[in-house]
Structures are given as structure tokens and as C-alpha cells.
């Protein structure tokens, strides 16, 4: 979606950008799934050429009973403890994918600073894929940091006489004192 397609649409710049605020949002969501499938992807298909190269091995050293009995529990722990790490990884993966998307519903204007500021430790994932620990952090970064989000469009600071068309012409004013008017 481009900023032009929606003017052609007959479009407010206020409204395009509130669309492509959205937008962005949608994006940023999906990107961080993407990302997450991918990376369990790889993951799955390492561990699966790891075993097969394993298993190989194990059928060329078929002779020893005992051997292969050991060699057989080794590798059930190894693989016990690849699961647990890959599960340990995919579960921190989504937890930072979970907070980047509620970062980008907050409108925060840079996820990787303010995630700096966040304290990881007390942010968790529940059983529903939700987020505990996370809302309360973000509003104190809100009070302390608010230049962080992005508060929409606020209207200028215009001081008085700050730009010179209000100030009184003194030409006029001497004029107007000779003509008799105040």
C-alpha cells in the first residue's frame, strides 16, 4: 500500500496517515511471525540432518551390542537436551515477537530503544500467548520517556508576534497619530 493510491482515493493526509500507521502495524506483526517460523524452520532442519548423519554412523558401527546400546542412550540425551534448548529458544523467540508487536501498538518510535529500557525479566508469555509484566513498564516509559512514542500531530507553538505579522507597523501608528485617529 503507497501513500499515492490512497490520494487518489481522495484521501486527508491525516487520514493517510492514520492508515498507514495501521498499516505499519499489520506489517510489523506478520514480519515478526515470519520470522519466528523461519527461524524454527532452520532449526527443525538442522536437528534433522544432525540425526540423520547420527544415524548413519550408528548403522555402520552395528556390531558391538553393547557399544551400540551406549552409543544409542548418548544420543538420546543429546537429543533430549537439543529439544530442550530449541524449545527454550523458540519460547524466547516468541516472547521477543510478542513484545515488539505490543511496542508497535504502543507506537513507539524506536522498538530497539525502548525495549533497552524494558526490564525482560519481568515480562512473560502465558499460556494464552499474552503478555504479563509488559503494560506496566510501558506506561512508566510513557511518563519518564515519553519522546519515545509517537504522540500524533500536535499543533505548533506559535508565540505572539513570533513571526512579525502581528507586531505593530510603527509607520502606521505615527501616521494614524497625525491623521487624528487612535
Do not use: C, W
Not at 508487536?101 to 519481568?122: E, I
Request: hydrophobic fraction near 30%; charged fraction near 35%; glycine fraction near 6%.
Amino acid at each position: 500500500m503507497k501513500r499515492e493510491e490512497l490520494k487518489k482515493l481522495n484521501l486527508t493526509d491525516e487520514q493517510i496517515d492514520k492508515v498507514m500507521s495501521l498499516h505499519g502495524v499489520d506489517i510489523e506483526s506478520t514480519k515478526s511471525k515470519i520470522d519466528e517460523l523461519n527461524k524454527t524452520n532452520e532449526s527443525l532442519q538442522s536437528q534433522i540432518a544432525e540425526r540423520d548423519k547420527d544415524l548413519k554412523s550408528l548403522k555402520k558401527q552395528a556390531g558391538d551390542n553393547e557399544e551400540l546400546t551406549n552409543q544409542f542412550k548418548d544420543l538420546q540425551s543429546k537429543y533430549k537436551q537439543d529439544t530442550e534448548n530449541l524449545s527454550k529458544e523458540l519460547q524466547q523467540t516468541k516472547l521477543n515477537s510478542a513484545v515488539d508487536s505490543a511496542l508497535g501498538k504502543a507506537k513507539v518510535r524506536n522498538t530497539k530503544a525502548a525495549k533497552a529500557l524494558l526490564n525482560m525479566d519481568d515480562i512473560q508469555l502465558n499460556d494464552k500467548g499474552e503478555l504479563e509484566g509488559l503494560n506496566n513498564q510501558i506506561d512508566s516509559l510513557q511518563k519518564s520517556d515519553g519522546y519515545l512514542f509517537d504522540q500524533g500531530s500536535k499543533e505548533l507553538y506559535q508565540p505572539q508576534g513570533g513571526d512579525g505579522n502581528t507586531d505593530p507597523d510603527p509607520v502606521a501608528i505615527m501616521t494614524n497619530i497625525f491623521k487624528g485617529d487612535k
